[in-house]
Nanobody, 127 residues
Framework: QVQLVESGGGLVQPGDSMKLSCGYS????????MGWFRQAPGKEREFVAL????????SAADSVKGRFTISRDIAKKTVFLQMNSLKPEDTAVYYC????????????????????WGQGTQVTVSS
């Protein structure tokens, strides 16, 4: 139904900025809310941010509020994660995900509510 491919990861220094992209495709793919999750070694996959189907609503985890911004270009079928003031603890594999009618619900941070996932892109923040 929805295929997703992340790009833009790499190695950056603390305090730097970088922007991740996730191109998506498939039948009715613009009907889905889009989210970003991340997973560090030995840790569970954690919620980062969500943007609604139309882009009118967004939410971010407390750990990244004020630093990360999620956005999407509906026409180009791409969702972005702008990451500023990066910290070593932001190091993780970042995944984009798609889910139906997640925005506005009580548990947008639950990975089980998302139906489709990309393969992930590594973000390493180190000096």
């Amino acid at each position: 139904q929805v295929q997703l491919v992340e790009s833009g990861g790499g190695l950056v220094q603390p305090g730097d900025s970088m922007k991740l992209s996730c191109g998506y495709s498939g039948h009715s793919s613009n009907d889905y809310d889009m989210g970003w999750f991340r997973q560090a070694p030995g840790k569970e996959r954690e919620f980062v941010a969500l943007i609604s189907r139309t882009g009118d609503k967004s939410s971010a985890a407390d750990s990244v509020k004020g630093r990360f911004t999620i956005s999407r270009d509906i026409a180009k079928k791409t969702v972005f994660l702008q990451m500023n003031s990066l910290k070593p603890e932001d190091t993780a594999v970042y995944y984009c995900a798609a889910g139906f009618h997640i925005a506005g619900t009580s548990r947008i941070d639950s990975k089980y509510k998302y139906d489709y996932w990309g393969q992930g892109t590594q973000v390493t923040v180190s000096s």
